[in-house]
């Protein structure tokens, strides 16, 4: 019996760099494994899982048209894009955020032990590191700096992905 785990990717390395390719490469009618490989260049097994966390994102609609968010996503207006992905983000780890609403400010251990908290795994399980590792891969875009376990953690107050939630929450409210 599958496991609901939250959303992930073994390949966590290429998320970026398709997301990266996503933003000036155009927008197919269509996002499948022919589009991933031919047009973006990602023909690798690895790379497949995409289409599967984009859906999870509603990056993609369940046909693989891309969705408006998608779309919000490529916008060259950095705002725009940080926004979305943030909102992408929220969706696809809605159970999460239910546990910890600043889980994008959590450090790697603290990050690891929410989700072995939520689904009885192991620490060195390879879904834990799987679904941690997507999970920042994902946020990279939406912060203006890298995260770094050094540091201590931020207190709760408005980080870059709240505060890119609440930049699109005015440009929404403005249109």
């Known amino acids: 019996m599958a496991k609901n785990y939250p959303a992930h990717m073994n390949s966590t390395g290429v998320i970026p760099k ?31 899982a995409f289409i599967p966390l984009a859906k999870k994102l509603g990056l993609l609609g369940s046909d693989g048209a891309p969705s408006d968010l998608y779309k919000q996503f490529r916008n060259t207006n950095e705002t725009v894009s940080k926004a979305a992905m943030a909102a992408a983000i929220k969706k696809a ?9 600043y889980a994008h400010s959590l450090d790697r251990s603290d990050l690891e032990g929410l989700i072995m908290e939520m689904t009885g795994l192991a620490k060195k399980h ?16 939406t912060q203006t ?12 107050s ?6 890119t939630l609440a930049k699109m929450e005015k440009v929404i409210m403005m249109t």
Not at 145 to 156: A, D, I, Y
């Open 93 to 101: 780890y809605k159970d999460v955020y239910a546990k910890n609403e």
């Open 145 to 156: 700096s890298k995260r770094s376990q050094k540091h201590p953690k931020k207190l709760p």
């Open 126 to 141: 390879a879904a834990i590191r799987a679904i941690c590792g997507t999970f920042e891969a994902l946020e990279r875009p």
């Open 158 to 163: 408005l980080t870059p992905l709240s505060l």
């Open 18 to 48: 398709i997301l990266d390719k996503i933003k000036v490469s155009t927008t197919p009618k269509r996002f499948t494994q022919d589009y991933l490989a031919t047009e973006l260049g990602f023909p690798g097994g690895g790379s497949k």
